[in-house]
Structure formats: structure tokens, C-alpha cells
């Protein structure tokens, strides 16, 4: 019988429990570059990514698109829509193939006041978000969009298996993804990316961007903030 075992928000959740709310769910295979929620639209249910990815793009009035993020196994959104009724804040498209559970508002509000232990999860997950955007919101505020930039390739990176003392941003993002993430135009992060490859603080490799300087890029990050 399906239950909600394998999401992470239900772990520890009585089975029986678990299987109740599992049947007012439904459970969806998605297609790569499908489109899971539109911005602005009507519906108000959970999604929970149980394989493959996502990624949430922002569009503002003149057309121009902010990444907010992309969101793998175990993640979920829509929670906001789902607690207030209101129209999609964001676009949620597929990275790749994708299987996620459709979790209708009424359940995900009727589980959070049956189980606490879920609710303050929930409560955690909105306060860590609180503060990445707060972060977000400062860089974007304050930093140049080369600081930025240098911020987002750390944050994104992940140490380098071949060597310790290097971190890979793997797969490698486009220009064009950099600079929604960033909040810039394309042209720009070529410029500045082509820069740190000359400086040696990066390599263009097949399987990703290798910084291979972190604290210089933390160094500059900081001289940024210094001169805001």
C-alpha cells in the first residue's frame, strides 16, 4: 500500500497514519522541461519531489526571470498557496524526469495540526528560507553583480572529489542561468567568468566550473561587503 515513507518531511510518522493521508494523494510522473505550476495559477496543493528535480523561477513584470533555486528528492513547495489560498507566487519546471507526489491543501493542513512534530518542521524549513532570502536580498541590495556572482558559484559548488582543495560547480550552469540567479545580463557574467578563468581562479572543465581558488573568491566576496 502506498504511504509518505519515502518523503522526508513525514519521516517518523506512524504508518497507519501514513497510509491514511497517502491515499487523498496522488502521485504524477513528469516529463524533462515539464511544467509543474505556472505563476499566478489557482491551485493550492503540496508537491513533494520523491525523484529527479526542479527548478523555481520568479518572472517580474517586464520580463525578465530570477532563479530562486532548483529543489531534488525529499524537497517539496507550494506549501504557501496551500496555508493561504493565494494564486502560485513562482514557476516550477522539471530539470529531468520527475515523479512527485500531489499532496491536495486540506490534507497537508489536516496533517500538520494532527502531528507537531511536522508542523515545527515545517516552521523550520519557512525560517530557513526566511534567512536565504534575507541573504539573497542583502547581496542583491549591496554587492556588485561580480561579487554576487562569485558568491552564487560558492554556493552552488561542491568539493572537488579529484582534489580537496578545489570545489565544482557540477553540472555547469549556463551563462544565461547564472545571470537569473544573479539578477544580471549574460554578457556580464561572460565577462567576468572569462576574467577569473585568466586569473587562474577557475577552469572550464567538461564536467562542470572548477574554482580552484576558494579563499581568493571568499577574499573579494569580503572586499565587496567592505565597500558597500
Not at 78 to 106: F, H, Q, W, Y
Not at 150 to 156: A, D, K, V
Not at 216 to 225: A, F, K
Request: charged share 30%.
Amino acid at each position: 500500500m502506498q504511504d509518505l515513507s519515502d518523503i522526508p518531511l513525514f519521516d517518523g510518522m506512524e504508518q497507519s497514519l501514513s497510509q491514511k493521508f497517502a491515499k487523498r494523494c496522488n502521485w504524477r510522473e513528469f516529463n524533462e522541461n515539464e511544467l509543474v505550476i505556472d505563476i499566478e495559477e489557482d491551485s493550492n496543493d503540496v508537491r513533494f519531489v520523491v525523484s529527479g528535480s526542479v527548478r523555481v523561477i520568479v518572472r517580474i513584470a517586464v520580463g525578465k526571470e530570477v532563479i530562486l533555486g532548483e529543489m531534488g528528492p525529499g524537497t517539496f513547495f507550494g506549501e504557501i498557496s496551500a496555508i493561504d489560498d493565494s494564486p502560485r507566487s513562482a514557476n516550477v519546471t522539471t530539470l529531468n524526469k520527475a515523479r512527485i507526489c500531489i499532496m491536495p491543501a486540506s490534507v497537508f493542513l489536516d496533517v500538520i495540526h494532527t502531528v507537531p512534530e511536522i508542523s515545527m518542521r515545517v516552521l523550520q524549513m519557512f525560517a530557513a528560507r526566511v534567512r536565504h532570502l534575507n541573504k539573497q536580498l542583502a547581496e542583491h541590495s549591496f554587492l556588485q553583480a561580480k561579487h554576487r556572482l562569485y558568491s552564487e558559484l560558492l554556493r552552488l559548488s561542491k568539493t572537488r572529489a579529484a582534489n580537496p582543495d578545489h570545489r565544482i560547480v557540477s553540472p555547469p550552469p549556463t551563462q544565461k542561468q547564472l545571470a537569473e540567479r544573479i539578477g544580471s545580463r549574460r554578457e556580464v557574467v561572460s565577462r567576468e567568468l572569462n576574467a577569473l578563468e585568466r586569473e587562474g581562479l577557475i577552469e572550464k572543465a567538461r564536467g562542470g566550473i572548477v574554482i580552484c581558488n576558494v579563499r581568493e573568491l571568499q577574499r573579494r566576496i569580503s572586499e565587496g561587503w567592505e565597500g558597500a
